[in-house]
């Protein structure tokens, strides 16, 4: 197959439902196949363990992780203040704003970023210059709820997840390799 020339695309996976993390992911796994170099961010998550931290580490060396959140804001175990928080998030947009620019990496996925900017933990400002630092064939994903709409106009690719339905709702906990 002919391989045409590469256009790189802004990615926003946003919505209610599962799944955004995981189709990121997939994503990741995907390119991987073709020996790209990936940095994924994780905005908001930090403070638990779950599987993809582990997962992720069998595909190194394509794929770096950075986890700069401090955790779930304002929810479950959080104790931290909300300047804690932005924090961490400030350091994630440098990161990410560092990352992009290097030119080391064909696919940067931004995890949560815009539960973060939701929260006000990113200004809208900030998410302007992380959008506009991509390169024209560089593959930028950012996932989470309550995507700008901004930043679903400049999009070229966005995937709303709704939940339809949910194990919960049947007083299912979130279990271990699926949701964690």
């Not at 794929?63 to 401090?70: A, Q, S």
């Amino acid at each position: 197959m002919a391989e045409d020339k590469k256009v790189g695309l802004l990615i926003v996976y946003t919505g209610n439902g599962k799944g955004k993390t995981t189709a990121s992911l997939g994503m990741c796994v995907r390119a991987v196949g073709y020996d790209w170099r990936i940095c994924i961010i994780q905005f908001i998550k930090g403070s638990w363990k779950y599987g993809e931290l582990e997962g992720i580490k069998r595909l190194l060396p394509n794929v770096e992780l950075n986890v700069i959140g401090e955790g779930f804001v304002g929810i479950i175990d959080d104790n931290k203040s909300f300047e804690e928080h932005r924090r961490a998030a400030q350091n994630g947009v440098n990161l990410a704003l560092e990352k992009i620019k290097s030119g080391q990496y064909q696919l940067v996925v931004l995890d949560e970023l815009n539960v973060a900017c939701d929260l006000g933990l990113v200004t809208e400002q900030e998410l302007h210059q992380i959008v506009e630092a991509r390169k024209s064939d560089q593959y930028l994903v950012i996932t989470g709820r309550n995507a700008s709409d901004w930043l679903i106009e400049k999009a070229d690719l966005v995937t709303e997840m709704k939940e339809v339905k949910h194990p919960y709702q049947k007083g299912i906990l979130a279990q271990k390799g699926i949701d964690w």
